[in-house]
């Protein structure tokens, strides 16, 4: 009887304690306030919620952990999707803009067409280069053993006209010009570069074209 004594005196709250005595006489009789009752099952109900609501609120934090995650995933996709769209939007814009200025009438028939729009044989001379440049790049890769993720990436991002003016020995400018050139010569594709925004790069279409 002494040890149900002490365990109900454990739940009465400390200032109650004092005043529920515990006798060591095993035929006590004890008496409890309606108080003192009401603290023990309030308390004893209070540990019991307290108990079972746990596991629930642990697995709540999980799934709220895990939907942060996935949002933010779902972001940062969204983000990728926006950014090729834009890009596609650039070589769109990029290829409709280069075929006007290669397709664009004299605006006389009796006016014959400016003497820049001839190409000359240092202008066709240097296309062929250019041709010969990017397929000699791919042979030294090949020829090394390089692994196929390089060659690919030759392939998908060419050069960019800066690399080409560097190896030719030319300006950047006069790059941009051969490259509108180029836009009507079924070995070259102009385009943006891939990773690089606001750059142009020059690739071919048909790398076995050469013969290289």
Do not use: C
């Amino acid at each position: 009887m002494i040890e149900v004594a002490e365990a109900i005196k454990s739940f009465l709250p400390e200032g109650q304690q004092a005043d529920f005595p515990v006798s060591s006489s095993e035929e006590s009789v004890f008496v409890l306030t309606a108080l003192q009752l009401q603290a023990i099952i309030t308390q004893a109900v209070e540990r019991g919620v307290v108990q079972a609501i746990q596991p629930l609120q642990d697995e709540v934090m999980q799934l709220r952990a895990t939907v942060d995650r996935q949002a933010e995933k779902i972001a940062a996709l969204e983000a990728t999707l926006d950014t090729h769209a834009d890009n596609s939007l650039i070589q769109l814009r990029l290829i409709n803009s280069l075929r006007e200025e290669v397709h664009q009438a004299p605006v006389s028939a009796a006016t014959p067409a400016p003497a820049a729009r001839e190409t000359t044989q240092k202008t066709q001379d240097h296309i062929t280069e250019i041709a010969h440049i990017l397929g000699a790049k791919e042979k030294r890769l090949i020829e090394g053993q390089a692994a196929r993720p390089y060659v690919d990436k030759l392939r998908k991002e060419g050069m960019t006209f800066s690399q080409l003016a560097n190896v030719l020995g030319l300006t950047v400018d006069r790059i941009r010009q051969l490259s509108r050139i180029a836009a009507t010569d079924q070995r070259f594709n102009i385009t943006w570069h891939p990773r690089k925004k606001n750059t142009k790069i020059i690739k071919l279409r048909r790398w076995d074209a050469l013969g290289l």
